[in-house]
């Protein structure tokens, strides 16, 4: 194996393979790095209302857990073996710390799937929940516990109680290896007031460690370790032909994509494809006896590369309809004097900003109610041809004659 910068390459049967990636953590690269390059985008795109995604993928005993996880430490020199999760978190909170005139509520959940059953691992003494699908909430879990934390300590804590839960197991090649795929998702909300109208951001933070992809004959399951191993590589290949398929509509290939094959690719639907910021790590070693699991988890961190998701902010504006409408005439002004050539009094940035999406939301809002009216007015009428027709059979009924 050959890592140069952003390349790897295998040689493999006297033949080389070469993957290209945004980005290679070498072996002695520290969970600072680490969380600079991925874990700090995410927090900044989630803070400004995009949906955000960061999963680990790879074979049993590769690192998915201690990248997403590392060691919880609060002092001494493990604290700088703290993983992805404590990180974003500590991150999260100094951004809501900083933000003086902006409202945060910050809320988490925790779950995993086990031989396709969903566990609440804040409630694991509950029944197996259920995935449902809204339109205007997407892909959620029913009945899953959401608890609204106001500290990084408090995240922590909740990660803690919720591990203890979780279902690890013995195999040859790991000794605490992960028998089921944990999501913790975070969901942010932000408001900003200003002149009495509030603008409203929410995003969605999922925080996905995958159970690994085990061989028989290399990690010696048998028992009831067989049959989990069973379920974890049946998930992962139902996640794959996802992929796949996911990659070949974009090509321009007529697919269908069996996001239902399995709960995990259900609840990934809006991270895979849909709109997220979506960051997959794929965790590999360098043993020769995993070469065949190396080769399969960079063919798929290959695919997944092509995927394009359609990201969109999730933002919404709240105030009278005075004041939304005070703001309206105020730029239809500004755009007189502009087209006119005259100088306006310069508008910061955000206020700019924020004003066109005042304007957005309001157009958005007129044109519903045109819609809606629409379909009033074209019910009113198939009432009335109703009604016509019922009097005019009425007066038929009467002029008939009588025998």
């Known amino acids: 194996m050959c890592i140069r910068d952003s390349s790897i390459t295998l040689d493999i049967k006297s033949e080389a393979k070469t993957f290209n990636f945004d980005y290679i953590a070498a072996e002695n690269s520290m969970q600072e790095e680490i969380f600079s390059r991925i874990g700090k985008p995410l927090v900044d795109s989630c803070v400004h209302g995009y949906n955000a995604t960061l ?31 404590p990180r974003i978190f500590e991150e999260i909170f100094c951004v809501v710390e900083r933000s003086k005139d902006v409202e945060y509520i910050v809320k988490c ?19 197996s929940l259920h995935i449902r699908e809204d339109m205007k909430k997407g892909v959620y879990v029913e009945n899953l516990i959401e608890e609204t934390v106001e500290s990084g300590k408090e995240l922590l804590d909740l990660l803690n109680r919720g591990k203890v839960n979780r279902h690890v197991g ?23 007031k200003r002149d009495g109208v509030v603008n409203i951001l929410s995003s969605r933070f999922h925080i996905i460690d995958l159970a690994g992809s085990e061989r028989q004959k290399l990690t010696n399951a048998v028992g009831e370790r067989l049959k989990e191993a069973g379920k974890i590589n049946r998930s992962l290949l139902a996640l794959g032909n996802v992929i796949n398929s996911i990659v070949s509509v974009h090509q321009g290939k007529s697919r269908h994509i069996h996001y239902r ?75 007189v004097s502009l087209k006119a050539g005259n100088l306006i009094e310069p508008v910061k940035y955000e206020r700019k900003s924020e004003a066109e999406k005042l304007l957005k939301s309001a157009i958005e809002l007129r044109e519903e109610d045109a819609k809606m009216y629409g379909e009033l007015s074209k019910e009113r009428e198939n009432l009335l041809e109703m009604l016509r027709k019922s009097v005019k059979r009425c007066q038929c009924e009467r002029a008939r004659p009588m025998y």
């Open 55 to 85: 999963f680990a993928y790879g074979q049993t005993g590769a690192g998915k857990t201690f990248t997403i996880e590392g060691v919880c430490a609060e002092h001494g020199e493990e604290r700088k073996l703290r993983g992805l999760m």
């Open 109 to 127: 959940s925790y779950l995993e799937i086990y031989q396709e059953m969903i566990v609440d691992l804040l409630n694991p003494q509950g029944e």
């Open 170 to 192: 013995a195999t040859a090649m790991n000794k605490e290896s992960s028998r089921s795929h944990s999501v913790f998702t975070l969901h942010l909300e932000s408001r900003h």
């Open 261 to 335: 094959d399995s709960k995990l690719t259900f609840l990934l639907k809006d991270s895979l494809g849909g709109n997220s910021r979506t960051v997959v790590i794929a965790n590999i070693a360098q043993s020769a006896l995993s070469l065949g699991e190396t080769l399969s988890t960079l063919n798929f961190a290959k695919r997944v590369k092509l995927i394009k998701n359609k990201v969109v902010v999730n933002e919404d504006t709240a105030g009278t309809v005075l004041l939304l409408q005070q703001e309206i005439k105020r730029l239809k002004s500004e755009i």
